[in-house]
Structures are given as C-alpha cells and as structure tokens.
C-alpha cells in the first residue's frame, strides 16, 4: 500500500469520525430537548398544581395531556411524506418539523409562565395540553431524524446519546425546576425552561446535521396519496403480529402510569418540600435510571426477552407497594429514597425490555411510523386510565390505591407467559 492510500484511508477515517461525533452531539441535544417538556407537563405540573391547590381529581384528570404522546402515530406518517414546503427546502425536512415542534413547545411553556392554576386553571390547562401536543411532534420528528441520519452501524452510538441528553432533560425539567420554582417561584421556573427550549431551536437550526432524504423534492399530492404507503405497512404489522404481544405492549407500563400521576401530589401531601423531592425523586432518581437503563442492557445479553420482560413488570408493579408503605410512613426521606430508588431501577428496565421488544416488531421502511404506532399502544390505555386515578386516590386513600395498581400488572405477566420464545420478529402471513 502506498503512502498515499494510506494517507486518503486515515483521512476518511478521520473524516468518519468527526461526521460520527457530530452526529453524537446532535443526538445528545435532541434528546435534551425531548425529555425537558415530558415533566413540564406531567409530574412537575403536578407539583405545581398541588401546592395552588388543585384536587387529586383535577391532577387526574390533566394528566390526560400525556394523551398526545401516544397520538404520535396520527402525525409521523406526514412526516415521512411531506417538508414543510419552503421551511424544508431551507432547513431540511427533519430539521424544519423539528424546528416547528420546538417553537410550539417553547410558546407552550410561556404560556404556562404566564398563568396561575390557583385563580386562572383553564388556561394554564391549555398551555400544558398546546406544550405536550408539540412535545409529542417533536418526539416523532427526532425519530425520523435519528433513523435517516446514520446507518445501522451507528444507531446504538446516536441512541446512547439520545438517552443521555434525554435524562439530563428530565434532570432539568425536575430538580432544575423544582429549585428555580422554590427560589423565584414557578412562573420564573416555567420561563427559564421556555428560554431553554428557544437556545435548542437555535442549535438545531445552526448544528443539526441534515438527513439523505433532506433533498427529496417531490411531495404527496394529496393525504391518501401519503398515507397509502405507511397504511399498508402497518396492516402487514397488525396482521404479522400475535394478539397477545399487542395486548402486552398495551398493558405493560400500566403500574408505572398509575403510579406516576398520583406520586408527586403523595410527596406534597406529605409534607416534603421542594428542594427535598428534586434532590431525592430527581437527582438520585435520574441517576438510578441510567444505571437501570444498563442492567436492563447487561440482562438481555444474559437472559432471553421474554424472561427480561417477565423481571421488569413484576418489579414495576412491586414497585406501587411501595409508594403505598411511603403513604403509611409519611414524611420520611429513607422511605422516600428506597422507594424513589427501587421505582427508577425496576422502571428502567422494564423500559429497555420493551423498547428492545418495540424495537423488533418496528423493523421496516417505514420503521418510524412503525414504532410510533407500537409505542401508542403501549401508553394509550394507561394514560387513559390515569385520567380517573385522581377520583379513585380521593375515594379510597393513598394506601388502597396504590395496592390496586399493583395488581394491574398481572394481566401484562400472563400475556409475557403466553408469547413464543422465539427471538426474531414475526413474520408477515
């Protein structure tokens, strides 16, 4: 080899490299910015509502904007199909829905700033719904974006980073918040995470690396025209996949949601302050997820799925006995962290078997439509529960409701008993 060959190989090497990292960092933003409006608009808001004196019925009952999450499958196919039309020919089609999403979340969340639940509910209610409608466009958008920027080699790299950046956005929506709203209160917190999400619509347009189908010019005439396509890759999908795996998607994180709508307004009711919670259900809580997030890794190299997805629910669903014994204990920081401790261990790796499990079913052409439709399934019947939780907590008390969530996890541990062992996808009949 002369040294001219080897001088072009180590400068594409290096030119590999830099693109890779590149694409590493734009991962890592993406994800901050995913999972900095996800709290904004569920357990933070709790907080907030709680401590303006919003009913365990009212929290309830707008939890049901977490409901635009699993609505994502309604907009994805649109975005594999249309660019926005000039915004796409300026930006790229990812970067411009994207950039859409963003300037919604970041309107959404001034307009949070700007109300009071305590004498002005309605529209601080309608902010949050507005704020998690484009969370959840934005989440679908980063998707498509991660799916198209990289090839297969590189996917495990960009998603590792995406789920870095996505738990130091829970960090900041969390704790970061919490600290914020206890020092200059929660219309000051709600406009420095909106100033936040302004700074990410601008790295996006500067930094993000556009996509290979960023250059398509032509697009659908009309909806059928791009809905054709998707549509009948997705009854392939139905058609392919055994009821009970569909029913288990469905059913899975149940206790989780269950659990999660009526925990933040428990640690108010309890007397725990908010310097208190963030450092114990945010900081420590985040940090065990990310080491959950790993030893959910390090099973399935181990164990099969099935037997993975057999751990995580029975520990999820173990995990709600515990939020009841810290409604019997009261204000206690030890039985505050084994219970925060344990819930974001079992939850994450619960999480990653199903992903893993999602993940499978979701191998396609249309793999981003794909998984926004595996995941909808997976979080639409809990939040719709969730909605009501609120009425039964009231009625029943902390100790009894968070007993009965936990035996919403039987139905997912039948149906995992009930799946094949097979490891590989279905296959289309």
């Not at 004498?119 to 484009?134: D, I, K, R, Y």
């Not at 934005?138 to 080699?153: K, L, P, T």
């Not at 556009?210 to 009854?235: F, H």
């Amino acid at each position: 080899m002369t040294e001219t060959s080897q001088g072009d190989g180590a400068a594409r090497q290096e030119s590999w490299a830099a693109a890779t990292g590149l694409k590493r960092v734009a991962s890592g933003v993406l994800g901050y910015a995913a999972g900095l409006p996800f709290l904004l608009v569920l357990g933070t808001f709790a907080f907030w509502l709680r401590e303006a004196g919003a009913s365990l019925a009212a929290i309830g009952l707008l939890s049901w904007a977490s409901i635009a999450y699993s609505l994502k499958f309604l907009i994805a196919p649109f975005m594999d199909t249309y660019a926005l039309g000039p915004l796409g020919r300026a930006f790229g089609r990812r970067r411009a829905w994207i950039l859409v999403a963003q300037s919604g979340v970041a309107l959404g969340l001034a307009g949070m700033a700007t109300g009071d639940p305590s004498s002005g509910l309605p529209f601080v209610a309608t902010a949050c719904f507005l704020t998690a409608a484009a969370s959840a466009t934005q989440d679908a958008a980063i998707d498509g974006w991660r799916v198209e920027v990289a090839g297969v080699e590189e996917q495990g790299l960009l998603v590792a980073a995406y789920q870095l950046g996505y738990r130091l956005g829970l960090l900041s929506a969390g704790a970061g918040a919490l600290y914020l709203a206890q020092g200059f209160g929660w219309g000051s917190a709600y406009a420095a995470m909106a100033a936040i999400m302004v700074v990410v619509a601008t790295l996006t347009v500067l930094f993000i690396p556009r996509t290979a189908r960023d250059g398509e010019p032509r697009e659908p005439k009309t909806p059928r025209e791009a809905l054709r396509a998707p549509v009948k890759d997705l009854v392939g999908l139905v058609t392919a996949t055994p009821i009970a795996a569909l029913l288990m998607i469905g059913l899975y994180r149940m206790p989780d949601q269950l659990a999660n709508v009526m925990s933040s307004p428990l640690y108010k009711d309890l007397g725990f302050t908010n310097v208190e919670i963030a450092n114990v259900t945010k900081v420590f809580g985040i940090i065990l997820s990310i080491a959950g997030a790993f030893l959910g890794g390090f099973l399935l190299t181990r164990l099969s799925l099935k037997a993975v997805l057999a751990i995580g629910i029975i520990a999820s669903s173990a995990t709600n006995l515990l939020y009841g014994a810290l409604a019997s204990a009261g204000h206690s920081i030890v039985w505050l962290t084994a219970t925060i401790g344990f819930d974001n261990v079992a939850s994450a790796v619960a999480g990653t078997a199903l992903i893993a499990f999602m993940s499978k079913l979701a191998a396609s052409d249309f793999s981003a439509t794909r998984y926004a439709v595996l995941s909808s399934i997976y979080a639409l019947p809990g939040h719709l529960l969730a909605g009501g939780s609120g009425f039964v907590a009231q009625a029943t008390g902390y100790v009894p409701y968070f007993a009965l969530t936990f035996l919403t996890g039987l139905p997912a541990l039948l149906l995992i008993f009930a799946l094949k062992d097979d490891k590989t996808a279905p296959r289309e009949r």
